[in-house]
């Protein structure tokens, strides 16, 4: 969990000490990006890229944060971490957001506070200093790419390790989160892979999880079978058509936005279109929230939950 992973890593970073040596370069998506010091005055878009700062103990390099509270459900304890820090946009900053804050850096993604041709990108905060990592599962956005791994997350907080000079604090979340995907890697190894689709929202189409975007790792992982897998999308719309022909044996529901998740369950099991799926026909739903289901370090949670439902539906 996020609070347990903040204290052992504030613990060991505060014993163990790792200097990088400036300038450091990083790969974000198709650029290579030259720090040469760490970045002082941080903003993150989102609540899964604002946790993966507070699990490194940035809060003392950042200025602010963006995008955590207009869609999403925060947890008490990284509403704690951030107490001080102001949200500077309820969801995407404006370029004049981030100047009046004084930013030097963004961590953001491409439909996680920036839009392709936006006003907010790399490219038009660079003659304000202000430097910008994108997270990497966002990347398929601007080309076309593998599916979605849990390697991406590793990437991301090793880069973020290396722009803010702590490499050591990375490192050891990064191997306890190994350690947790080996395990659930290591008991669902020989078991049936139950056909799963992933919800979102939408009415008359279904916005889900295609192989580009993280969810489709963290079902592969669990033991499962995205039914989208084929589809080469990160998040994107299907018609209810593609739910009735994949038959899904369970429906993962992402929990934010202003329809709750028991109103996006009521709503699957009262349309009359989708009565003959095994998932709403058996009520096997798994609630989750955008946190866990978007790249960040709750897809472990979300892994060890998915494994734990497909246990009890076999």
Aim: hydrophobic share 40%; net charge neutral.
């Amino acid at each position: 969990m996020l609070t347990l992973a903040v204290f052992a890593v504030s613990l060991l970073a505060s014993i163990n000490g790792q200097a990088s040596s400036y300038p450091v370069t990083v790969k974000s998506c198709n650029r290579s990006v030259v720090f040469t010091h760490p970045p002082a005055r941080a903003v993150s878009q989102d609540v899964n890229l604002t946790e993966m700062m507070v699990a490194l103990g940035l809060q003392s390099r950042m200025v602010g944060y963006s995008g955590v509270t207009g869609w999403n459900k925060p947890t008490a304890g990284l509403m704690t971490a951030l107490k001080g820090l102001p949200e500077i946009a309820t969801h995407y900053p404006t370029m004049e957001t981030l100047l009046n804050v004084n930013a030097d850096f963004f961590f953001a993604g491409w439909n996680y506070g920036m839009k392709v041709g936006g006003d907010v990108t790399p490219q038009t905060l660079e003659p304000f200093g202000i430097q910008v990592y994108e997270l990497t599962e966002s990347c398929s956005l601007l080309d076309s790419s593998a599916a979605a791994s849990l390697e991406q997350v590793y990437t991301d907080l090793a880069n973020l390790g290396k722009i803010f000079d702590v490499e050591d604090r990375a490192q050891l979340l990064i191997t306890q989160l190994r350690k947790r995907q080996q395990a659930v890697t290591h008991r669902v190894a020989g078991k049936k892979r139950p056909r799963v689709f992933v919800y979102d929202s939408g009415e008359d189409r279904a916005f889900t999880a295609g192989r580009q975007a993280i969810p489709q790792a963290l079902i592969d992982t669990a033991g499962g079978q995205n039914v989208m897998d084929k589809l080469n999308a990160s998040w994107t719309q299907v018609g209810w058509e593609s739910l009735v022909e994949t038959d899904p044996q369970f429906i993962v529901i992402v929990d934010y936005g202003e329809r709750s998740a028991a109103e996006k369950i009521q709503f699957l099991l009262g349309s009359p279109a989708l009565q003959s799926v095994q998932a709403i026909r058996n009520k096997r739903f798994v609630v989750l929230p955008y946190s866990a289901m978007t790249p960040g370090i709750q897809n472990l949670d979300a892994i060890e939950s998915l494994a734990d439902a497909f246990d009890r539906g076999r």
